[in-house]
């Protein structure tokens, strides 16, 4: 099982931007697939972006060319760059790491606490 802790979320203004941290407690597999995903108020958990097993990174239509996902293996770390942000943006964000043969949908794998992202209207 691995333990993934989230950081970085907090208030920020239309238009802003803002670099989510989660760091993995050891080394992800080869076979591994990571995500992050969020949760707004009242609303299903959805994908936001991910990186394959294959290292291919896919992004949901919400954040494409928007948010950037990236990884810093030796610090057993992922990010999520999240660029000019909007209100609907407004969710607890969560990362995820799950095995590689499984979709980026459904509830799998290990998930972190999360972390709270405001973007005010």
């Known amino acids: 099982q691995v333990q993934l802790v989230e950081s970085g979320g907090g208030l920020v203004q239309a238009g802003g931007s803002l670099r989510l941290s989660c760091v993995y407690s050891?080394?992800?597999?080869?076979?591994?697939?990571l995500g992050w995903y969020r949760q707004a108020p009242g609303k299903q958990r959805e994908f936001v972006a991910g990186?394959?097993?294959?290292?291919?990174?896919i992004f949901a239509d919400s954040v494409k060319g928007r948010f950037i996902m990236s990884m810093d293996n030796a610090k057993n770390t992922m990010y999520l760059q999240m660029n000019s942000l909007r209100p609907e943006d407004t969710a607890v964000y969560y990362c995820?790491?799950?095995?590689?043969?499984?979709?980026?949908?459904?509830?799998?794998?290990?998930w972190g606490q999360g972390t709270q992202v405001t973007v005010p209207s």
């Open positions: 995820n790491a799950r095995p590689g043969y499984l979709p980026f949908t459904g509830d799998y794998g290990s």
């Open positions: 050891r080394a992800i597999f080869s076979n591994n697939a």
């Open positions: 990186i394959s097993s294959g290292g291919s990174r």
